[in-house]
């Protein structure tokens, strides 16, 4: 089992930023893909970003690539997501999801592929 538990989220104003952080627990993760998403009330889970187990690639939403960036520190079992220029529209919880193996793109943005989630962080943008 790995349990993972988000951090970092809190109310800015638009155009500041925020780092979230993803910490597991119960077994290394250093062999499973992460992946980001967020939902915001009233609204499906999004895909937001994904990044393959060593950090060596990386996917991100049309809309979000650019102003986030993920990346991951096997070290410390953490995986992290930038977020920068933010905007009322990315009001919204996010969650960190783990997932063993490799995908491409397309399974990368599906929330059926990830095996964990965690409990998620709000992150409130004020105009």
């Known amino acids: 089992q790995v349990q993972l538990v988000e951090s970092g989220g809190g109310l800015v104003q638009a155009g500041g930023s925020l780092r979230l952080s993803c910490a597991a627990s119960?077994?290394?993760?250093?062999?499973?893909?992460m992946g980001w998403f967020r939902q915001a009330p009233g609204k499906e889970r999004e895909f937001v970003a994904h990044i393959n187990w060593s950090g060596s690639r990386a996917y991100y939403a049309d809309s979000m690539e650019g102003r986030f960036t993920i990346s991951r520190d096997n070290a410390k079992n953490t995986v992290y997501l930038q977020l920068n220029s933010l905007k009322p529209e990315d009001t919204a919880v996010y969650y960190c999801?783990?997932?063993?193996?490799?995908?491409?793109?397309?399974?990368?943005?599906?929330?059926?592929?990830?095996?964990?989630w965690g409990q998620g962080t709000q992150v409130t943008i004020s105009p």
């Open positions: 119960g077994r290394a993760v250093d062999n499973y893909a």
């Open positions: 999801a783990a997932a063993r193996g490799l995908y491409g793109a397309g399974p990368a943005a599906d929330s059926a592929t990830y095996d964990y």
